[in-house]
């Protein structure tokens, strides 16, 4: 795989970036009493890591004298032109705006600047890996660099078709993670412990399938606790559980002494909604003794100050720890954040949920694909 390192020479190279700047944001505003019609219209930047971890990438080619089209999305649907101030802000930078793909070969002849192209979500055929959208996007551009991982789980045309029509490469964050995620991965098995919760099972189960056997304890909670629970014979009363349990545990040993379930947990209306005094005192001494620590997902529902303790202790403990902590996940960041925890205080923070899940589970990434990553392996 090609990395940005690999480039001879960034002077005056048009670069088509592709960069994460999918972002929580605060509660959407209204106007005249009226809900805005746009996600992000009259919203701000709630939670800025990602945006922040593209800063790097984007200054390095700046300082290198590349021209500059960035390309992101934000949900489907969001706009990101209420933004442009609040990126300014935290990219250091004054980022100009682009509409349309259209508009990208005249604001090169007259380059003023790095530009982000308006959620590329909102143009058809991203979504659908369309060929036609890609080689539209890349018209006129001499390099595609590759910095979201948080995407290269999906097979989008701005991610996977557009690598068909430029010379494609690796940006620093998409390296870092790779290494950061592998790291952990080929820790030794000995006093690793992997922490999953949250309510996506589905993607929780497999990273449980492919890491088991190179894990010493996998702590537990949330909806995949809860499916273990009830294929064990558990009663969990009325706590969520998903509908196809069979097919999301199968070739799972769910009887495994390395998957730690909780013991007692803080209900509402007969529901597991939080861990217990007991798991949490078991599960922060399995952490405390821990040499490589991985986790994704929090322990109950943590924006509930009732529900909290579970996830803020769990969390304080994995960040005190002495061990290698990586966490990732949407969820996980944010509850860090809640509780007032520094990212600092983890090895490594990965700026990919799905991605980052998928790529412990041992999936092929079809991002990293296109970029060439498994032909090496």
Excluded at 90 to 116: D, Q, T, V
Excluded at 144 to 156: E, G, L, M, P, T
Excluded at 278 to 290: F, G, H, L, P, Q
């Amino acid at each position: 795989m090609k990395t940005v390192k690999d480039i001879p020479n960034l002077k005056d190279k048009k670069v088509l970036l592709r960069v994460d700047f999918d972002m929580a944001l605060n509660q959407q505003l209204t106007i005249n009493n009226q809900p805005s019609s746009s996600v992000s219209h009259g919203a701000r930047i709630a939670e800025p890591f990602r945006v922040e971890k593209q800063k790097l990438m984007i200054d390095y080619l700046i300082e290198h004298d590349a021209k500059v089209v960035m390309v992101a999305h934000l949900g489907d649907t969001g706009e990101f032109a209420p933004l442009i101030p609040q990126l300014h802000m935290l990219l250091g930078r004054e980022i100009a705006f682009l509409k349309s793909i259209e508009e990208i070969p005249a604001y090169l002849e007259n380059y003023a600047g790095p530009a982000l192209l308006e959620n590329i979500r909102r143009f058809p055929g991203e979504k659908e890996n369309d060929e036609e959208l890609a080689q539209k996007l890349s018209s006129g551009l001499d390099i595609y660099i590759n910095n979201a991982f948080a995407v290269c789980h999906r097979k989008h045309a701005s991610v996977s078709a557009v690598t068909k029509f430029l010379p494609s490469y690796a940006g620093f964050l998409v390296e870092e993670e790779i290494a950061k995620l592998g790291q952990a991965i080929d820790a030794p098995a000995e006093e690793k412990v992997i922490i999953m919760g949250g309510v996506k099972a589905e993607t929780k189960a497999p990273v449980i399938k492919n890491l088991i056997d190179n894990a010493d304890k996998i702590l537990l909670s949330g909806v995949i606790a809860n499916d273990i629970a009830k294929a064990r014979g558990e009663d969990i009363g009325r706590s969520v559980v998903d509908d196809n349990i069979n097919k999301i545990l199968s070739n799972l040993d769910i009887a495994s002494p390395k998957l730690v379930l909780p013991v007692d947990y803080i209900m509402a209306e007969n529901r597991r909604l939080d861990i217990g005094e007991k798991t949490i005192a078991m599960y922060r001494e399995v952490i405390n003794s821990a040499k490589t620590i991985i986790w994704n997902g929090p322990m109950g529902v943590f924006e509930k100050d009732e529900f909290s303790a579970g996830t803020k202790l769990v969390a304080q403990a994995v960040a005190d720890s002495s061990a290698i902590k990586i966490i990732g996940g949407g969820d996980t960041i944010a509850a860090v954040n809640r509780f007032s925890i520094p990212l600092e205080k983890f090895t490594f923070v990965s700026t990919g949920g799905g991605a980052m899940l998928a790529f412990l589970a041992g999936e092929r990434l079809s991002g990293l694909e296109a970029l060439g990553y498994y032909a090496d392996k």
